[in-house]
């Protein structure tokens, strides 16, 4: 059974940056796609970033290029999210995701804060 932790949420200024993490385990992740979505207060949950375990390829929300960057460390089976530049209208509860054909394993969430 897949499990994946996140962890790096914070409170952080405007224009900080944060780094957060998602420590995968229950099976070999070669085929699938790691992806982190959010969800902020009264909103509908958004996908931030995903990317390929096998082949390292990304894609960003255009909210969020240029200024985060999705990174994957096989050996440790971590999927990274770097964040800089943060706004305040990147406050959410960020949550890590599995999909092989669908996104269906996700970690409990972490909370980043941006004050402005």
């Known amino acids: 059974q897949v499990q994946l932790v996140e962890s790096g949420g914070g409170l952080v200024q405007a224009g900080g940056s944060l780094r957060l993490s998602c420590a995968a385990s229950?099976?070999?992740?070669?085929?699938?796609?790691m992806g982190w979505f959010r969800r902020a207060p009264g909103k509908e949950r958004e996908f931030v970033a995903a990317?390929?375990?096998?082949?390292?390829?990304?894609n960003y929300a255009d909210s969020v290029k240029g200024r985060f960057t999705i990174s994957r460390d096989s050996a440790k089976s971590t999927v990274f999210l770097q964040m800089n530049s943060l706004k305040p209208e990147d406050t959410a509860v960020y949550y890590c995701?599995?999909?092989?054909?669908?996104?269906?394993?996700w970690g409990q969430g972490t909370q980043v804060t941006v004050s402005s």
């Open positions: 995701a599995a999909r092989h054909t669908r996104y269906d394993s």
């Open positions: 229950g099976r070999t992740f070669v085929g699938y796609t």
């Open positions: 990317i390929s375990w096998s082949y390292g390829t990304t």
